[in-house]
Structure formats: C-alpha cells, structure tokens
C-alpha cells in the first residue's frame, strides 16, 4: 500500500526559502517516478518537478532555476528545495507517486506553502 506523508510548508517572505519533505512507503523500486504539483486556489493542479528512481529530472518552466528536487531512495523520501520564493508560489504541493507499469498516481494529503510579506 502506498502512503505519502508531506513535511516543511509554510509561510515565508518573497525571496526566502523553504524545503518539503515527502516520506513514502510502498514506493520501493524503479517503478516509481516521484513527484511534487501545486495546486493554488481556483486553478488547476499543475506539475512543479518529477524525478525518476535514478535521478532525472523534470521542472516547470515557472520554477526552473528556482527549485530543486531530489530524493534519498534508502530513506524512501523525496524533497523540494524552494528558492527565490514568489508570491505566485503559493499554492497546496502535493507529494506524488507514479507507477510507471501501471500508471496509477498515488497523492499526499497536501502541505501549504504562502509567500507573502
């Protein structure tokens, strides 16, 4: 059974940073492409970042440059480094899980994350 479990929102100023956490059980194995997506009130759930068991990567445009995903396979956990906050940024991340065989998407219940001054 697969479960996430998101850390580390917040609130934060324009500029500042923030890192979440998003510990998974059940994900074990290549099959699982991880990811972060951001939902902010009245739009759509969109993608922030994935990455894949061996470390690719992919980013929105939005957020390029500005984020860092990366995960720790031994500890079952992946994170989102989040610099040069804006307030456009703010929104409810989600933690994702992607079985690449099945491709059923599992989701984390949400951590909010504000920028404002």
């Known amino acids: 059974q697969v479960q996430l479990v998101e850390f580390g929102g917040g609130l934060v100023q324009p500029g500042g940073s923030l890192r979440l956490s998003c510990a998974a059980s059940g994900v074990s194995g290549s099959i699982f492409r991880m990811g972060w997506y951001r939902q902010a009130p009245g739009k759509q759930r969109d993608l922030v970042a994935t990455?894949?068991?061996?470390?690719?990567?992919n980013y929105a445009d939005s957020v390029k440059g500005r984020f860092t995903i990366s995960r720790d396979n031994a500890k079952n956990t992946v994170y989102l480094q989040m610099d040069g906050l804006k307030p456009e940024d703010t929104a409810v991340y989600y933690c994702?899980?992607?079985?690449?065989?099945?491709?059923?998407?599992?989701w984390g219940q949400g951590t909010q994350v504000t920028v404002s001054s």
């Open positions: 990455i894949t068991f061996r470390g690719s990567t």
């Open positions: 994702n899980a992607a079985n690449l065989v099945t491709t059923i998407n599992y």
